[in-house]
């Protein structure tokens, strides 16, 4: 199969990158080494290529509804330039993917037949971010549900129409604001989980305060042929960065990565098992909702937790947790040894009566149990 290239893969080429397949795409995976790049996130600030993730957008008198009925977080609460983190949910409450829903501005309309738009002649609008190689199939699951509700609105997937760059760390929010043009807004002045337009090297880009490693930052999603401009206004002061040191970045902070930590099929999981139940509105209708109010209601049998080793060695995805008595618990879904904290971290499910922090399990490590102990996240 051919791999997706991101836009700017031969710049990274250029520059020394390795790369790795993820998703469907051929994307850096370290620039110069995964505890640099790391440690420069941590510390001052990196910039990633992240243009393999999704982007659909919604528009029409029905988007506001097409969207409630598709993600587990209540939509309607969003003003223009809010974000907020859902789940995309099969019947059964289980988790397809994980996504950030963007409010647009409202789009303007020949017909003005905006129900829920401010003007009488615009309608909603909405992006959102499906997980990498997830893009076509989100699409499709929009549309097949919007033709059968007999919703009115589009569904375009524009994930290669836009390259999308995460500007994080502590000098993230001054670099950011300082490389937007002159007669630009402040970037400074959005706060977590908002987002604006803003000009980049004279192209128009959609900037918001969010990010995966923990740190502050922002993304920036730019038309896909400004990606080079908008890439080498942060060349000379923040450190390209790999997806390698995206995962080591993320798992300190305890966050989920889809399609490893769950998956439909792999590692079947709702959002109260994965310790995200903050993203479930039950006063709304989704897909999905009605098996997860039973388990509101029933509780969970499994949840994700924080797992540290005490002995050496490494823990990585699949290895067996065990108890005392050496039967198996659980499983590790992610695992590394911490560039911050110089020592071995997981991320997993057990039962419920193991996960108190300060439990001792065990982590098999090339068939040999290593003494382990249940923490909460992030991880300190």
Same mark, same amino acid.
């Given at each position: 199969?051919?791999?997706?290239?991101?836009?700017?893969r031969?710049?990274?080429?250029?520059?020394?990158?390795k790369?790795?397949?993820?998703?469907?795409?051929?994307?850096?995976?370290?620039?110069?080494?995964i505890?640099?790049?790391?440690?420069?996130?941590?510390?001052?600030?990196?910039?990633?290529?992240?243009?393999?993730?999704?982007?659909?957008?919604?528009?029409?008198?029905?988007a506001?509804?097409l969207?409630q009925?598709?993600t587990?977080?209540?939509?309607?609460?969003?003003?223009?330039?809010?974000a907020?983190?859902?789940?995309?949910?099969?019947?059964?409450?289980?988790?397809?993917?994980?996504?950030?829903?963007?409010?647009?501005?409202? /789009?303007?309309?020949?017909?003005?037949?905006?129900?829920?738009?401010?003007?009488?002649?615009?309608?909603?609008?909405?992006?959102f971010?499906?997980?990498a190689?997830?893009?076509?199939e989100?699409?499709?699951?929009?549309?097949d549900?919007r033709d059968?509700?007999?919703?009115?609105?589009?569904?375009?997937?524009?994930?290669?129409?836009?390259?999308m760059?995460a500007?994080?760390?502590? /000098?993230?929010?001054?670099?950011v604001?300082?490389?937007?043009?002159?007669?630009?807004?402040?970037?400074?002045?959005?706060?977590?989980?908002?987002?604006?337009?803003?000009?980049?090297?004279?192209?128009?880009?959609?900037?918001?305060?969010?990010?995966?490693?923990?740190?502050?930052?922002?993304e920036?999603?730019?038309?896909?042929?400004?990606?080079?401009?908008?890439?080498?206004?942060?060349?000379?002061?923040a450190?390209?960065?790999?997806?390698g040191?995206?995962d080591?970045?993320?798992?300190e902070?305890?966050?989920?990565?889809?399609?490893?930590?769950?998956?439909?099929?792999?590692?079947?999981?709702?959002?109260?098992?994965?310790?995200?139940?903050?993203?479930?509105?039950l006063?709304?209708?989704?897909?999905?909702?009605?098996?997860?109010?039973?388990?509101?209601?029933?509780?969970?049998? /499994?949840?994700?937790?924080?797992?540290?080793?005490?002995?050496?060695?490494?823990?990585?995805?699949?290895?067996?947790?065990?108890?005392?008595?050496?039967?198996?618990?659980?499983?590790?879904?992610?695992?590394?040894?911490?560039?911050?904290?110089?020592?071995?971290?997981?991320?997993g499910?057990?039962?419920?009566?193991?996960?108190d922090?300060g439990?001792?399990?065990?982590?098999?490590?090339?068939?040999?149990?290593?003494?382990?102990?249940?923490?909460?996240?992030?991880?300190?």
């Amino acid at each position: 199969m051919t791999l997706r290239k991101p836009p700017l893969r031969e710049v990274h080429a250029e520059r020394g990158a390795k790369f790795t397949e993820f998703g469907g795409w051929d994307m850096p995976v370290e620039f110069d080494s995964i505890r640099t790049e790391h440690t420069a996130v941590r510390e001052a600030a990196g910039i990633f290529d992240v243009s393999h993730m999704g982007e659909i957008e919604v528009a029409g008198p029905d988007a506001t509804t097409l969207m409630q009925r598709l993600t587990s977080n209540d939509v309607t609460e969003l003003a223009v330039g809010d974000a907020q983190y859902a789940a995309i949910t099969r019947e059964d409450g289980v988790m397809i993917d994980d996504t950030v829903v963007y409010r647009l501005p409202d /789009e303007s309309t020949a017909d003005g037949d905006g129900d829920d738009a401010d003007d009488a002649n615009t309608v909603p609008a909405y992006l959102f971010i499906p997980n990498a190689g997830h893009d076509t199939e989100t699409h499709d699951r929009w549309v097949d549900h919007r033709d059968e509700w007999d919703l009115d609105c589009e569904v375009r997937n524009v994930t290669e129409d836009w390259a999308m760059f995460a500007v994080q760390g502590p /000098e993230a929010p001054d670099l950011v604001a300082d490389a937007v043009d002159a007669d630009g807004p402040d970037v400074r002045d959005l706060s977590r989980f908002s987002a604006t337009f803003a000009p980049f090297a004279g192209a128009e880009c959609w900037v918001a305060r969010t990010g995966y490693t923990g740190e502050d930052g922002f993304e920036i999603l730019c038309p896909w042929e400004a990606a080079e401009d908008v890439w080498a206004l942060f060349a000379d002061d923040a450190a390209p960065c790999g997806l390698g040191a995206r995962d080591t970045l993320r798992m300190e902070k305890g966050f989920l990565l889809s399609g490893q930590d769950f998956h439909p099929e792999d590692e079947p999981r709702t959002p109260y098992e994965a310790d995200i139940g903050f993203v479930v509105d039950l006063d709304t209708e989704f897909v999905g909702r009605d098996a997860l109010a039973e388990q509101a209601e029933t509780g969970v049998e /499994e949840t994700f937790v924080g797992i540290e080793l005490l002995d050496r060695g490494v823990p990585r995805h699949g290895y067996d947790v065990t108890d005392e008595n050496g039967h198996v618990v659980g499983v590790v879904t992610s695992g590394t040894m911490s560039p911050t904290l110089d020592k071995p971290i997981a991320l997993g499910y057990l039962p419920v009566g193991f996960t108190d922090p300060g439990t001792e399990v065990n982590v098999v490590v090339r068939a040999r149990e290593k003494r382990a102990k249940v923490v909460t996240v992030p991880f300190e």
